[in-house]
């Protein structure tokens, strides 16, 4: 099974940054463009994991999200992963207040650490908009996008949710297989 942990973004903000980010749709060549539907917050990507390990998995989730209560988010701006010159990912950000993304992130690391790789990246909460391959300078194409302000309404990040994906030629689809509500 290939599994992630991610936060739900609301079909407003969703809306909202489609919205905002349509113009850029054609400036950069090769861009593969993800669908809003599929658009969420991925915390921690486990891949390819023995069906064994889910219930395990989902206990790791549960606890990290028992040790942190909820909290408002925001989108921010557009970026480029690993960076505008060698562009493989752009994305649209999140605020992330004292860290609560990525005090999750090291807590899931932590609980999960046994069976998955730890993540070493320092961890930026986004939405991926667009895969770029191969990777290539977006500067000049993309020059306005790149840092742009992209507003949507605020929103509560009130839990954590397992996902399985679903790969196929059309797209990946996301079966939820566990929620837990941030209670700390």
Known sequence: MRLFVA????DEVKTAVAEATRPWRDVVPGARWTRPEGWHVTLKFLGWTWPRLVEDVGRAVGAAAGGSGPFETSVTDVGAFPSPRRARVLWVGFEDPGERFAQMVKQLDHLLAAHFKVETRAFTPHLTLARVNPPQDVRAVAAGPLGSP?????????????????LSPKGATYEPLAEAPLEG
């Open 150 to 166: 992209v507003s949507s309404p605020p929103f509560v990040v009130d839990r954590l949710v397992l996902y399985r994906s679903h």
């Open 7 to 10: 936060v739900d973004v609301p």
